[in-house]
């Protein structure tokens, strides 16, 4: 997915000084800059983070596209709004998790410990990729969906706005777990198992895959401890109409909550990247 593909740092020795806040966003910018050129050069991996949840997409609103009853709206449709939702946490969730942990262990991370650059700049360029691919993953789910099965975008500001705080929400959220959870890989080889898997979980437990009223109520209490849950259900809210609401355990989108789990996440992310995040690979002492 995005951004799997280790950087190179110049061996420049350590600043004795602390970076200005200015001098940290600048640099972030470069290297948010520098992210995205990388990024973008390998085609396969464009093609590769772009294609897959629009072809995923394609073959489960084309095998499941029944109108649910009472919801007026189709099966198609629902899977739109909740693909969408794992496009952003696989941008950001699953992107970080195994490029970090790729190059701490390929040891980009200790040199760029080494250099000048304050240690802000390296996350913060992270976070631009992020940014940038979720937003293009996004912007290509909801045309195709909005084409090909007749999803209706927001007609006003409200709705657009609703939309926003979910997407800056839920991409905060997902991008600082995957930093998190990019310590626990013990190398790079380790990487994909440890933080695919959790993710694939995720998205059948949150009604990505199967229809929220069909999971098991048990799994979806697990789920509601995880913000792809709260993510999906308020993108639901924003693309299918009032009356789908029905589908979901409270029977209503419940905005606030999701609002209030999803900031929840971002803080409870913010405090395990900062008790566990580590420049050096286990296997460097």
Request: aromatic letters at 12%; one cysteine or more; glycine letters at 8%.
């Amino acid at each position: 997915m995005a951004g799997t593909t280790a950087t190179t740092a110049a061996s420049a020795p350590r600043s004795t000084g602390k970076a200005a806040p200015s001098g940290a966003w600048r640099l972030g910018m470069v290297r948010g800059a520098m992210e995205i050129k990388l990024f973008f050069r390998l085609r396969e991996q464009v093609i590769f983070t772009f294609a897959f949840p629009i072809v995923f997409l394609f073959l489960f609103a084309s095998i499941f596209h029944d109108d649910m009853a009472g919801t007026g709206s189709t099966a198609s449709q629902y899977y739109v709004a909740s693909m969408t939702a794992a496009g952003i946490m696989s941008t950001s969730f699953q992107s970080l998790g195994i490029s970090i942990a790729v190059e701490r262990d390929e040891k980009v991370l200790r040199r760029l410990r080494g250099t000048p650059m304050p240690p802000a700049a390296y996350f913060l360029g992270k976070i631009w990729l992020v940014l940038v691919t979720g937003l293009l993953e996004t912007a290509a789910l909801l045309v195709f969906g909005a084409t090909v099965y007749d999803v209706d975008l927001p007609s006003d500001a409200t709705g657009w706005l609703t939309f926003g705080w979910i997407f800056v929400l839920g991409i905060t959220a997902c991008a600082l777990l995957g930093i998190a959870v990019s310590s626990v890989p013990k190398s790079a080889r380790s990487a994909t198992s440890v933080v695919v898997l959790p993710f694939l979980v995720l998205q059948f437990i949150s009604g990505v895959y199967i229809l929220v009223d069909t999971v098991p109520s048990w799994m979806l209490t697990v789920s509601s401890f995880f913000p792809l849950k709260w993510l999906c259900q308020g993108l639901r809210g924003v693309f299918l109409p009032h009356a789908a609401a029905a589908l979901e355990p409270a029977g209503s989108w419940e905005y606030g909550r999701t609002a209030l789990v999803l900031a929840a996440w971002c803080v409870g992310g913010l405090v395990l990247c900062l008790l566990t995040f580590r420049w050096k690979s286990r296997n460097d002492g």
